[in-house]
């Protein structure tokens, strides 16, 4: 069927650079995975528990197409009590099929052709296709590694233009865990009104924040109107499988949203917003757990990683460390290859996340203290022997 034309926007996408290395280490034995970007933890019972007791009652027809009345409340309450942001929860909360499918409906919904939207890198895959395929420009702003990857209020004026629509910013950053401090929002918020702009505000791992308070950009004096917050629960609550998500913003980011969801999916799968309404409702204490296991580990990877030579920044949330690779003079492809075809121990090269994270790479300490001991292990073991 070669002769049929097919769409030259999703021709031109590039297949993402993080599955190449899931697909190498799956046919290997021994391989350590400090690659996924997943919670090691398992659904905690009790939410595993409410999703088959819907099943049991017979839920099993759709939900209203932003989801059960129930849930919305509850996600609004979440946002209040714990990021003091309010929203409706009848008409500012869609649930959606994951993180993943709000920022794709939020682009769809704000973009005309030729917009551009501003995509701080390092950053996730799929920022800038998403951007791409709603019609938009994805404009690639480079946070530097001696600015621990912090993108500047002076990087950002500079790329802005009259076509800029939006910015799409991510605090705690994938890959690199950086996370912004309220003055540091409060900075991007005043180039946000001045220009006034759109912030799409990724906050999927605001549950995993470290040594400072987590601080939604939406409670940024100012910020309620122009902001499109994303989540979901698929990092802070270990939910990754069960692809449940949500937006939150006001109405009239919300209406043109819901059209879009309410056309390509109707409503996210029904058992999975009863385990999340269960997991709001009891499940803070599951998250307080899993954050102090993440904290412990973060600070063994981040110490370890320095001591072998290999500068690591101390990220301030998420569950990535993002160390140096350029003492070893390989680009961080090589370097994540042969790391993993010489000591089987899987990372991503920084340099997918876009051009500031070549010479790093990408390291998930979402996995077992047991398991990250034995891979820092491996790891100086290579660099000692391929360091110039």
């Not at 993180?99 to 005309?112: G, V």
């Amino acid at each position: 069927m070669s002769e049929f034309v097919l769409s030259r926007s999703v021709e031109a996408l590039q297949p993402s650079g993080i599955r190449r290395f899931f697909n190498l280490a799956a046919g290997m034995e021994g391989v350590i995975s400090l690659g996924v970007g997943e919670p090691d933890f398992v659904t905690p019972w009790h939410v595993r528990e409410a999703c088959i007791q819907s099943l049991e009652k017979g839920f099993t027809a759709y939900t209203a197409n932003a989801g059960l009345p129930a849930l919305r409340k509850e996600i609004t309450k979440y946002l209040n009590n714990r990021f003091s942001v309010s929203y409706n929860p009848e008409t500012e909360v869609v649930v959606t099929v994951g993180a993943s499918q709000a920022i794709d409906i939020a682009f769809r919904a704000i973009l005309n052709p030729g917009d551009e939207v501003i995509v701080i890198e390092p950053s996730f895959v799929s920022y800038a296709p998403v951007v791409e395929l709603a019609g938009g420009v994805a404009v690639r702003v480079q946070a530097l590694g001696e600015n621990e990857f912090k993108v500047t209020p002076e990087q950002l004026e500079e790329a802005i233009t009259e076509r800029t629509k939006a910015i799409l910013l991510c605090t705690p950053n994938n890959p690199t865990g950086t996370m912004l401090n309220k003055q540091e929002l409060e900075a991007i918020a005043v180039l946000v009104k001045k220009h006034h702009l759109i912030v799409v505000a990724d906050e999927i791992y605001a549950e995993l924040s470290y040594d400072e308070e987590y601080h939604s950009f939406a409670n940024i004096e100012g910020m309620y109107e122009h902001t499109v917050l994303i989540s979901g629960f698929s990092k802070g609550f270990a939910m990754t499988g069960w692809r449940l998500g949500f937006v939150a913003a006001p109405a009239y980011f919300i209406e043109p949203m819901l059209k879009i969801h309410q056309y390509t999916l109707m409503c996210a799968p029904t058992m999975s917003q009863y385990a999340a309404l269960e997991a709001l409702q009891t499940g803070n204490r599951d998250v307080i757990e899993m954050k102090k296991s993440y904290h412990k580990r973060r600070n063994f990877i981040v110490s370890s990683l320095n001591s072998i030579g290999m500068e690591c920044h101390l990220p301030g949330g998420a569950f990535y460390a993002f160390p140096s690779i350029k003492s070893t003079g390989m680009t961080s492809e090589q370097f994540a290859e042969r790391l993993l075809m010489e000591q089987k121990v899987a990372v991503v090269p920084g340099g997918v996340f876009g051009e500031s994270g070549e010479g790093y790479i990408r390291c998930s300490y979402a996995t077992s203290m047991n398991q990250l001991i034995e891979a820092m292990k491996r790891i100086e073991a290579f660099v000692h022997q391929h360091c110039k």
